[in-house]
């Protein structure tokens, strides 16, 4: 009954991550099937598209999804809450980390905690989504399949971990997504759930992991950082800037990746239009020093 207990215990852990967790040694390459298994099934439902058709309403919501969503990650589960690059009220952080957690990246807290890591320890030993280390895979998307990088090291961020709105959503990342699924639902029948939830919601982490995967192998490098980032306009215009990764990985603390005016950041922009509302404020600026060193 021992192996009945353990699927149990798994399983519980796709709706509450807070019980004790498995730790493993980063450099094992062994997948946690069992705990994986939404995220399978998660890209096999796009087959769904095979039976319900498509309509111009559905791909429309999907890639209004994929957009907003995706800003969601870049502006405030990377440039927010990874790097304090700017500030906002204790109410439009949360309203932003329940968009974010509505892309099914996990929670604020893990998902910032695994970024400084990286930051930490880029292209080492002990950066868990290096393709140097660990190959292109490993770092688009294996690592997540790893018991070792399941639990949220809170260590890594006590300033984010004081909120308890913020812990609620990391241990129930569950929740949001769930609740966009059944909305999509209501809304538009099995069409717009499969396009709007299943099919954005896939092309969304492939793109967002592009830079883990590709930002490190493609591109130029601009500043002689200690890692392999590079700058991208193709990976910046599918990740709304995100792309241009060697200039990010030179100065992590800018609320802007595309350090100059031919550079497009449209998270960046979109910020600056936040900025002008009032919702966000103190967007920090890259350095005179950082730009006339390039």
Not at 19 to 44: N, T
Not at 81 to 103: D, E, I, K, M, N
Not at 136 to 153: A, L, R, V
Not at 212 to 241: C, K, P, V
Request: hydrophobic share 45%.
């Amino acid at each position: 009954m021992d192996w009945l207990q353990r699927a149990v215990g798994k399983i519980r852990l796709w709706f509450d991550t807070a019980p004790g967790q498995e730790m493993a040694s980063a450099r094992d390459k062994r997948v946690d099937w069992m705990r994986v298994i939404p995220f399978v099934g998660m890209h096999l439902m796009c087959l769904g598209v095979i039976w319900v058709g498509w309509s111009w309403t559905a791909v429309g919501v999907a890639f209004g999804l994929y957009v907003t969503r995706m800003f969601a990650i870049t502006a405030f589960y990377h440039r927010y809450f990874s790097h304090r690059a700017f500030r906002t009220s204790r109410p439009w952080q949360f309203v932003f980390a329940v968009l974010g957690a509505s892309a099914v990246q996990r929670g604020p807290l893990w998902w910032a905690a695994h970024h400084r890591k990286h930051h930490r320890h880029s292209d080492t030993e002990l950066d868990v989504h290096s393709p140097r280390q660990h190959g292109f895979w490993w770092s688009h998307m294996g690592w997540i399949t790893h018991p070792s990088n399941f639990p949220t090291d809170l260590t890594q961020v006590r300033d984010l971990a004081r909120y308890p709105e913020l812990r609620f959503l990391d241990r129930f990342d569950i929740v949001v997504p769930v609740a966009l699924a059944l909305l999509l639902f209501m809304l538009g029948g099995s069409q717009l759930l499969i396009w709007g939830f299943f099919v954005s919601t896939v092309v969304l982490f492939h793109g967002a992991c592009l830079i883990n995967s590709l930002a490190h192998a493609l591109g130029r490098r601009r500043y002689d950082t200690s890692d392999d980032s590079r700058n991208s306009l193709a990976l910046a215009l599918i990740t709304m800037g995100e792309g241009w990764h060697n200039n990010h990985h030179h100065y992590p603390g800018a609320a802007r990746q595309g350090f100059f005016w031919w550079e497009i950041d449209l998270t960046y922009y979109v910020l600056l239009v936040l900025e002008r509302l009032g919702i966000i404020r103190d967007l920090r600026p890259v350095p005179t020093r950082v730009l006339s060193s390039a």
